[in-house]
C-alpha cells in the first residue's frame, strides 16, 4: 500500500497530540458507546453486545443507555489538572490530517494522493474480548487518501475494490469475506459513506475494516480550530479548495485473528494429524528454517553457515531438537513455507534439500543457489522450477 505506490506517504505520527487536535476532529464530544449497567450485579455491557432485555451474566434489569466517551486521558507535565489533559490517540487518523500541510510542503506530491500509518490506537472500551478482535490497545493501519471534491465516488469505489482485494490477495478466502454498507443511523460523525469488510470469524461475521468518505469534514475542523488554511491550490483549474478524503481504516490484530483463522488447517497424517498454517509466505513470521539432519559437528558448521547467510535476508529459524519428523511439524505448526535440510551428502556435494510447507514436495539444490531459490519460491514460484544444478528429490502426492 505504500512501498509500492508512487501516489502514498508513509507516516509516523505522535500518540500525544494537541488536546485540541480531538476537540477539532469531534471525538470529545461524539466518540462515544452506549452504554448500560445491571442493576443487580453492576456488569456494564455495550448496548449492541446484547441479545435480550436482560443482563447476560445475572438476567438482572439494566439501566437506561447512557454515552460513555471511549477517549483514554492522561496529563502532560507535573500538574494533574484540567488545563494538562492529553489524550491516547483513539485513530492513527488525526496525526494525519494535522501533517497533511507538513507532508504536502515537503514530499510535492499533488492530488490525488495518500498518507498512510500504522500504530498503536487506544480506547477504553467498555467490554474487551474474543482474543484480540477487540481491545483497549490494538493496531491500526489508516490511509486518508486526499482526492478533488466531485472524484470522491469513483475513489471510493476505488479503495473498496483495492482493500477487499488486499485480503484475498494474501489468502483469505473470498467467501469469508463481505461488504456491508453502513446504514444512515449508523454512519459515524465525520462519514458521507461507509463500507465496512467483514470477515466470518469462527464467533460469527464481524468488522475488519472500514472504508469511509470523510469528505472534507476533518480538515474544515482543524483549519477552523487553528484559524489556519487548509485549502488546496489545483494548478490545473487555478482553483482553491479543501480536498475530500477517502479513508481505509484496518485493524492489524483482526486481519492478523482473521488470518490466522482462515490459515488453520489439520490433516489426516499416517497415524496423526498434521496441524499447519497456509500463510502467505508474505505473511509467515519465520519465512525459513535450517535443519541439519544430525548434531555432527561437521553437519553443524556447513548448517550455521547457511544460517547466517540467510538471516541476512530473512527471518529465519534454527532447529537441531529432535527427530526431522517432528521438526518439519513445528515449522508447518506455525506457517513457516521453506524448511531447508543439510545432510551428509551435502557434505559431499554441497547440496541441500527444500522442502514445501502445504505439498511437503522437495528438491534439492546447490547451495550457491539457496538464496536466489528461495527468494524466487517466496515470491511464488512453482517449487519444482529449478535452479541450474537442481532436481525433484521427493513428490509427496
Ligand atoms: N479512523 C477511523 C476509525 O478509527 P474505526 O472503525 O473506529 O474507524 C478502524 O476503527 C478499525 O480499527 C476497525 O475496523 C477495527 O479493525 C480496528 N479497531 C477498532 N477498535 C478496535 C479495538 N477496540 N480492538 C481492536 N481493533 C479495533
Not at 474474543?130 to 490497545?137: A, D, K, V
Not at 465516488?153 to 485480503?167: A, C, G, I, T, V
Not at 486481519?255 to 489439520?266: I, K, R, T
Not at 547457511?306 to 519428523?325: K, N
Request: net charge negative; hydrophobic share 35%.
Amino acid at each position: 500500500m505504500v512501498q509500492e505506490r508512487d501516489d502514498m506517504i508513509g507516516l509516523d505520527a505522535s500518540i500525544l497530540m494537541h488536546p485540541q487536535t480531538w476537540a477539532a476532529s469531534g471525538h470529545l464530544k461524539e466518540f462515544a458507546d452506549p452504554l448500560v449497567e445491571c442493576k443487580s450485579c453492576h456488569q456494564r455491557w455495550r448496548v449492541d453486545d446484547l441479545a435480550g432485555n436482560g443482563c447476560p451474566d445475572c438476567g438482572g434489569e439494566l439501566t437506561e443507555p447512557r454515552q460513555f466517551n471511549l477517549m483514554f486521558k492522561t496529563f502532560m507535565g507535573p500538574i494533574e489538572d484540567e488545563a494538562s489533559v492529553v489524550y491516547l490517540r483513539p485513530e492513527t487518523a488525526q496525526g494525519i490530517f494535522v501533517n497533511f500541510q507538513n507532508v504536502l510542503n515537503t514530499t510535492r506530491k499533488r492530488l490525488p494522493f495518500g498518507i498512510a500509518q500504522i500504530g498503536k490506537a487506544f480506547r477504553n472500551e467498555i467490554t474487551t474480548g474474543n482474543f484480540i478482535f477487540r481491545s483497549r490497545e490494538f493496531e491500526q493501519m489508516e490511509i486518508e487518501f486526499f482526492v478533488k471534491p466531485g472524484s470522491d465516488k469513483e475513489w471510493f469505489d476505488y479503495w473498496l475494490e483495492e482493500r477487499f482485494n488486499w485480503y484475498t490477495k494474501l489468502g483469505i478466502k473470498k467467501e469469508n469475506l463481505k461488504l456491508r454498507q453502513h446504514m444512515k443511523k449508523e454512519l459515524a460523525h465525520y462519514a458521507k459513506e461507509c463500507y465496512d469488510i467483514e470477515y466470518q470469524f469462527p464467533m460469527g461475521w464481524a468488522e475488519l475494516e472500514g472504508i469511509a468518505n470523510r469528505a472534507d469534514y476533518d480538515l474544515t475542523q482543524h483549519a477552523n480550530f487553528s484559524t489556519k488554511s487548509l485549502e488546496y491550490f489545483d494548478d490545473e483549474s487555478k482553483e482553491h479548495f479543501i480536498p475530500y478524503v477517502i479513508e481505509p481504516s484496518a485493524g492489524v490484530d483482526r486481519s492478523a485473528l482473521a488470518f490466522l483463522c482462515d490459515a488453520y488447517d489439520e490433516e489426516p497424517d499416517k497415524e496423526e494429524i498434521r496441524v499447519l498454517l497456509h500463510l502467505h509466505p508474505a505473511l509467515a513470521p519465520i519465512k525459513v528454517a535450517v535443519l541439519p539432519l544430525s548434531r555432527r559437528e561437521k553437519l553443524v558448521e556447513v548448517t550455521k553457515q547457511i544460517y547466517a547467510d540467510l538471516r541476512q535476508c530473512w527471518m529465519v529459524s534454527y532447529d537441531d531438537a529432535q527427530s526431522i519428523g517432528r521438526r518439519y511439524r513445528r515449522q508447518d505448526e506455525i506457517g513457516t513455507p521453506f524448511c531447508v535440510t543439510i545432510d551428509f551428502q551435502s557434505l559431499e556435494d554441497n547440496q541441500v534439500t527444500i522442502r514445501e510447507r502445504d505439498t511437503m514436495n522437495q528438491i534439492r539444490v546447490p547451495i550457491k543457489e539457496l538464496r536466489t531459490t528461495l527468494a524466487a519460491k517466496l515470491s511464488g514460484e512453482e517449487l519444482f522450477v529449478l535452479p541450474p544444478g537442481g532436481q525433484i528429490w521427493k513428490e509427496e502426492k
